[in-house]
Structure formats: structure tokens, C-alpha cells
T-cell receptor, first 114, second 115 residues
Framework: AQSVTQLDSQVPVFEEAPVELRCNYS??????LFWYVQYPNQGLQLLLK??????LVKGINGFEAEFNKSQTSFHLRKPSVHISDTAEYFC????????????FGKGTMLLVSP | GAGVSQTPSNKVTEKGKYVELRCDPI?????LYWYRQSLGQGPEFLIY????????DSGLPNDRFFAVRPEGSVSTLKIQRTERGDSAVYLC?????????????FGPGTRLTVL
């Protein structure tokens, strides 16, 4: 079984400031890692994913994440946020084997103010 | 192309009633998933279909919940004798196949409110 912890339920930040959203996971098997974004009244949209290879993954909208196996973390970063980045961000994992059921964290609300 | 669609977008019902929630996956996607997102929580897995069959229904909370996908495309999630605790956003996702590295595409969800 897998579990995902997003320690910060809310992260307030000013426009053009950098941001990091934290994600830690626990799993007895190897996993793939994902970050999804959910804008108000919309479905989840994939930001980026780590499957294998380079531990630094670049996604859409200028976001990137780094997989750290020893710390079982997959933190999401953006060097300069915009007002339009205000949304809920979910970290998720799925096991290597079998099928791709996702296990999500509780989410982090990113609030960008001018 | 068209994404995953879900109907209705909102459903308000009374405790004890029966409801059906519909999901239209992306054309050609063989894998279909239902998740439930309660207030302040991340989505939680309910059931996974590969084609017409439910490959894993271990996330269904109890026997009041049931889902079908008779022709391997559209899926319906059915909830009997609804309870206030069933209130949540029900999300549907589809992917080309069930492999773990296949991206899941999510619909906008159905917000269910049980009064």
C-alpha cells in the first residue's frame, strides 16, 4: 500500500515570488510520482510526472519537481508564481506493478496575491 | 478532441434516494477509474475498469455503491439509499490502458449533495 503526505494545507505567496510545495510518500514497492493541479470547478490536470531517469522533472506552466528516493520526497517548485497559479495542487503515486490506481495526498492550496 | 465528461455536474438528493452518475471517457481509452473527493481531502480510489469488467472494486465503501461499464465505454456509478456522508465530488478518469505509467485524464466531476 502507498500513502502520500502533503504537510502544508495552504501556502500563501506573493506574485513573482518562488514557491515550493512539499510532498512525501511511503510505499513498500517502487512507485511513479505525479503532481496534479485543480483549478476551481475544474477537473484535475497533470502538471508533471516522474517515471524514471533524471530526478529533476519539468512540467507545464513553469513548474518542476525533484524526486529524492532517500528522502522519499517529490517537492514541487516554481521560481516565480503568477496570480493564475492560484489553485489546489495534489501529489500522487502509483505502484510500478499492476495497474495505475493513484493514491493522492490531501492537497495544498496555493494562494498567490498581488 | 473531447475530454472526459461527467453528468450531471451537480446532483442534490434526499437521504435514502437512489442516484446514478455518468462518465463518458475519452474515445478509445480502455481503462476507466472512479474516485471520490470529500471536502478538504484528495481524491480516493473507488473502482477501476479494464474494458467492460471491474478489475478492482476494493475502494467501494460498502454494498450501496455499484458501478457498471456494459459496453466498455460509458460508465455509471450507482448509489443506493444515499446517506449524508456520501456527499462529495465524484471524479471519473480514463487512460489508454491500465499500465501504471499511462496518464489518467480526469473529468470535471459530479458534485453530489445528500440532504
Amino acid at each position: 500500500a502507498q500513502s502520500v503526505t502533503q504537510l502544508d494545507s495552504q501556502v500563501p505567496v506573493f506574485e513573482e515570488a518562488p514557491v515550493e510545495l512539499r510532498c512525501n510518500y511511503s510505499s513498500s514497492v517502487s512507485v511513479y510520482l505525479f503532481w496534479y493541479v485543480q483549478y476551481p470547478n475544474q477537473g484535475l490536470q497533470l502538471l508533471l510526472k516522474y517515471l524514471s531517469g533524471s530526478t529533476l522533472v519539468k512540467g507545464i506552466n513553469g513548474f518542476e519537481a525533484e524526486f529524492n528516493k532517500s528522502q522519499t520526497s517529490f517537492h514541487l517548485r516554481k521560481p516565480s508564481v503568477h496570480i493564475s497559479d492560484t489553485a489546489e495542487y495534489f501529489c500522487a503515486v502509483s505502484a510500478y506493478s499492476g495497474y495505475s490506481t493513484l493514491t493522492f495526498g490531501k492537497g495544498t492550496m496555493l494562494l498567490v496575491s498581488p | 478532441g473531447a475530454g472526459v465528461s461527467q453528468t450531471p455536474s451537480n446532483k442534490v438528493t434526499e437521504k435514502g434516494k437512489y442516484v446514478e452518475l455518468r462518465c463518458d471517457p475519452i474515445s478509445g481509452h480502455t481503462a476507466l477509474y472512479w474516485y471520490r473527493q470529500s471536502l478538504g481531502q484528495g481524491p480516493e480510489f473507488l473502482i477501476y475498469f479494464q474494458g467492460t469488467g471491474a478489475a478492482d472494486d476494493s475502494g467501494l465503501p460498502n454494498d450501496r455503491f455499484f458501478a457498471v461499464r456494459p459496453e466498455g465505454s460509458v460508465s455509471t456509478l450507482k448509489i443506493q439509499r444515499t446517506e449524508r456522508g456520501d456527499s462529495a465530488v465524484y471524479l471519473c478518469a480514463s487512460s489508454q490502458a491500465g499500465q501504471t505509467n499511462n496518464e489518467q485524464f480526469f473529468g470535471p466531476g459530479t458534485r453530489l449533495t445528500v440532504l
